[in-house]
């Protein structure tokens, strides 16, 4: 008896990895990320986030990576040193230059470097998830808004 062979697109473990991927993305990952950020739910207040530390940590995370990459791009695009891929426009550009605020892993790293005690304060980390999902949110609609399909309305 010979097995016949199994057409790679449609094999059992890709069809799997096809089913886990929507719900590894949005739910699964992100509360991991969630979980492992340290941040106590318990004791949180509002003054905790509007604190000086988190909202100027949020404010670089969202503003200055946004602007940062965005400005950079545009520069090199201007000056006819790079150019936009074909089919990408500016608002494109903008969403994607959003969504690099999303520093979650890196700016927990980069705080423990910067600040004295090693390790991110509870201050640190509510900035960083604050910066990162704005960024997220934003980025995604404004690449939801720029990205529409050739023959839909707008």
Same mark, same amino acid.
């Given at each position: ?5 199994? =057409? ?10 096809? =089913? ?5 993305? $949005? ?7 969630? *979980?492992?950020?340290?941040? =106590? ?20 995370? $969202? ?30 550009? #903008?969403? *994607?230059?959003? +969504?690099?605020?999303?520093? $979650? ?9 910067? $600040?004295? =005690?090693? *390790? ?12 990162? +999902? ?5 980025? #995604? ?14």
């Amino acid at each position: 008896m010979t097995l016949g062979r199994v =057409d790679a697109a449609n094999s059992p473990l890709r069809r799997l990895e096809q =089913d886990l991927h929507t719900p590894v993305a $949005f739910a699964i990952l992100p509360l991991f990320a969630f *979980a492992n950020s340290g941040i =106590d739910l318990g004791g949180m207040s509002m003054q905790m986030i509007t604190h000086p530390i988190p909202l100027g940590i949020a404010a670089g995370l $969202f503003v200055g990576k946004q602007a940062g990459v965005f400005l950079a791009s545009a520069l090199l695009i201007r000056s006819g040193l790079a150019r936009l891929p074909e089919g990408v426009g500016w608002g494109a550009l #903008y969403g *994607a230059s959003l +969504l690099c605020g999303i520093g $979650f892993t890196m700016s927990l790293f980069v705080a423990s470097l910067a $600040f004295p =005690d090693g *390790a991110p304060s509870v201050d640190e980390r509510i900035g960083i998830m604050l910066g990162s +999902l704005l960024s997220a949110l934003a980025g #995604y609609a404004v690449l939801r808004l720029s990205t529409r399909p050739a023959g839909a309305q707008r």
